[in-house]
């Protein structure tokens, strides 16, 4: 009987593996810019609606939440800045991740894992092509540019979204809220949540690759790595997150106001 620990670490190693095949193999030629074009395509298409839509509520709740904190903190003045930051910094890039990683990574994983159980994968072995070359790199690639895309999206729809209920249903000042996000905000901020978003992007699309190109026993262990490689992909995005957040806090000081 298999250890289940020595089979997870080796998955991880494998894992690790194509993820430093796939960075090897990006200078390589001939680049895939058809391959590219169409996946980003596909990718923003299958994305795009779900989350604009599910930014609008994220960035009301935060505003809610934080309006209220202030609010019985006496630092009403203060909401803008807190809103605004913590919608830039944290929810654009996981919301982002989670649709890109919910739709097109499951779609990156069905795709290939369809290919690998018709042997379409060790065909292409046999006559010399790298599967990772021709098609890993362009979906990783793709994925990357849709997720930094995309969550500059979020951050002006979640933005949008907090000012309003934070302006109209709670009574804000437009002014303050504007004046305190200035305040604080610095274009680090911006640029930690793009950084979070590429790096969310090449993760999701890499488990998804990884997945479909170990998938097998026909279309239910496609749907099987399917399903897997959603959970991995949010398991390793809050770990990624919490790091990458505490590299940021670390390296750029904090405007106090």
Same mark, same amino acid.
């Given at each position: 009987m298999s250890n289940p620990a020595v089979g997870a670490l080796r998955q991880s190693g494998n894992l690790f593996a194509l993820a430093l095949?796939?960075?090897?193999?990006?200078?390589?030629?001939?680049?895939?810019?058809?391959?590219?074009?169409?996946?980003?395509?596909?990718?923003?298409?299958?994305?795009i609606l779900p989350t604009a839509l599910v930014s609008?509520?994220?960035?009301?709740?935060?505003? !809610? *939440?934080? +309006? #209220?904190?202030?609010?019985? @903190?006496?630092?009403?003045?203060?909401?803008g800045a807190a809103s605004v930051l913590a919608i830039i910094r944290e929810a654009s890039p996981i919301v982002t991740a989670l649709l890109i990683a919910?739709?097109?990574?499951?779609?990156?994983c069905a795709d290939l894992g369809s290919r690998k159980i018709r042997e379409e994968i060790d065909a292409m072995e046999v006559?010399?092509?790298?599967?990772?070359q021709r098609l890993v790199v362009p979906r990783v690639l793709a994925s990357m540019l849709v997720a930094v895309l995309l969550n500059g999206l979020v951050s002006v729809v979640g933005v949008i979204g907090g000012y309003f209920f934070n302006?109209? !249903? *709670?009574? +804000? #000042?437009?002014?303050?809220? @504007?004046?305190?996000?200035?305040?604080?905000?610095?274009v680090a901020d911006l640029a930690s949540g793009e950084i979070k978003a590429l790096v969310f992007g090449a993760l999701a699309a890499i488990v998804a690759s990884y997945k479909g190109l170990t998938a097998g026993g026909g279309p239910k262990g496609v749907g099987d790595a399917v399903n897997q490689s959603?959970?991995?992909?949010?398991?390793?995005?809050?770990?990624v997150n919490f790091v990458l957040?505490?590299?940021?806090?670390?390296?750029?000081?904090?405007?106090?106001?």
């Open positions: 095949d796939v960075l090897r193999a990006l200078p390589r030629r001939p680049f895939q810019g058809k391959e590219f074009i169409q996946q980003s395509w596909f990718i923003a298409s299958v994305t609008i509520p994220f960035g009301a709740v935060i505003a !809610l *939440q934080l +309006g #209220t904190l202030t609010r019985q @903190l006496g630092a009403q003045s203060y909401t919910g739709a097109g990574g499951s779609a990156i006559l010399g092509i790298s599967p990772i302006v109209i !249903l *709670q009574g +804000g #000042t437009p002014g303050a809220y @504007l004046a305190s996000f200035t305040a604080l905000a610095q959603v959970v991995i992909t949010f398991m390793l995005l809050f770990v957040t505490a590299v940021y806090f670390q390296v750029v000081p904090q405007k106090l106001g």
